[in-house]
Nanobody, 119 residues
């Protein structure tokens, strides 16, 4: 089972940027689709973005399209989430996920990193 460690969260003003990183263990990183999810207080965890194992085009939830970019570096076993034009409603704990052909039904999860956007 792949293990994931996120980093890069923090406090930023509205309109600012952050880049999240997720480092994965193991030698089969390229076989996993990688994704980012988030959970705001009192809300369910929601999908944010994902990218295939072959580093194809990312896909995004509508609320972050044009502002967030997901990318991966298979040589470094790392996936990134570049977040620009941040809004207070982006405030949440962000989780990295790795999925191998389950359709995101039972991915591996990281521990999460807090992103807080102040207005």
């Amino acid at each position: 089972q792949v293990q994931l460690v996120e980093s890069g969260g923090g406090l930023v003003q509205a309109g600012g940027s952050l880049r999240l990183s997720c480092a994965a263990s193991g030698r089969t990183f390229s076989r996993y689709a990688m994704g980012w999810f988030r959970q705001a207080p009192g809300k369910e965890r929601e999908f944010v973005a994902a990218v295939s194992g072959s580093n194809g085009s990312g896909y995004y939830t509508d609320s972050v399209k044009g502002r967030f970019t997901i990318s991966r570096d298979n040589a470094k076993n790392t996936v990134y989430l570049q977040m620009n034009s941040l809004k207070p409603e982006d405030t949440a704990v962000y989780y990295c996920a790795a999925d191998r052909a389950t359709g995101w039904v039972s991915p591996a999860w990281g521990q999460g990193t807090q992103v807080t956007v102040s207005s």
